[in-house]
T-cell receptor
Framework: DQQVKQNSPSLSVQEGRISILNCDYT??????FLWYKKYPAEGPTFLIS???IKDKNEDGRFTVFLNKSAKHLSLHIVPSQPGDSAVYFC?????????????WGLGTSLAVNP | GAGVSQTPSNKVTEKGKYVELRCDPI?????LYWYRQSLGQGPEFLIY????????DSGLPNDRFFAVRPEGSVSTLKIQRTERGDSAVYLC????????????FGNGTRLTVT
């Protein structure tokens, strides 16, 4: 069973508009969430993270929102750029010392059209 | 600076053979992780090293899989009696200690078992 779910396999947006990528989780023990971006033939690259004690974290064009009651988080990219076209993974971890045993979603493929 | 280096980038082997996959982490990163990613899936945790010791190997699928990190730097993932189901991209990541230290991934080794 998928503990981290990304229900949209793909998303297409126009350059300059907002991209919203969604992620749901089922395990209430998760307390740290991350978004990674992946280009073909490369490893995932860390984008942004959020702790469960917060509901929003912003870094430049990227903002992550966390709704703990709904077990839902989203990544907003504003404005979207063609270079943002990639697969985006949502990942989560539960409190376990230094062990970063991340549980990953299946990814959402974002295409930003010029 | 140099990122996480994985060799080889591609490996084709016959069913039943033994393979070794190498990971050279970022200098100074104490934590090292192996993940496996099958087509259309998110990365799946295999094993985590803190220094030289395997702090968590709960993700290794069976006893054909083994990993070492003898000097606390380079790690080798070893797969005995390979099976076609072992075909995947094997990702290595490293990080500083601490739950909020992001993982830095290599580009992976694509293993194909024929």
């Amino acid at each position: 069973d998928q503990q981290v779910k990304q229900n949209s396999p793909s998303l297409s947006v126009q350059e300059g508009r907002i991209s919203i990528l969604n992620c749901d989780y089922t395990n209430s023990m998760f307390d740290y969430f991350l978004w990674y971006k992946k280009y073909p033939a490369e490893g995932p690259t860390f984008l942004i993270s959020i702790s469960s004690i917060k509901d929003k974290n912003e870094d430049g064009r990227f903002t992550v929102f966390l709704n703990k009651s709904a077990k839902h988080l989203s990544l907003h990219i504003v404005p979207s750029q063609p270079g943002d076209s990639a697969v985006y993974f949502c990942a989560a971890s539960a409190q376990a010392g230094n062990n970063r045993k991340l549980i990953w979603g299946l990814g959402t493929s974002l295409a930003v059209n010029p | 600076g140099a990122g996480v280096s994985q060799t080889p980038s591609n490996k084709v082997t016959e069913k039943g053979k033994y393979v070794e996959l190498r990971c050279d982490p970022i200098s100074g990163h104490t934590a090292l992780y192996w993940y496996r990613q099958s087509l259309g899936q998110g990365p799946e945790f295999l094993i985590y090293f803190q220094g030289t010791g395997a702090a968590d190997d709960s993700g290794l699928p069976n006893d054909r899989f083994f990993a070492v990190r003898p000097e606390g730097s380079v790690s080798t993932l070893k797969i005995q009696r390979t099976e076609r189901g072992d075909s995947a991209v094997y990702l290595c990541a490293s990080s500083l200690l601490g739950r909020t230290s992001p993982l830095h991934f290599g580009n992976g080794t694509r293993l194909t078992v024929t």
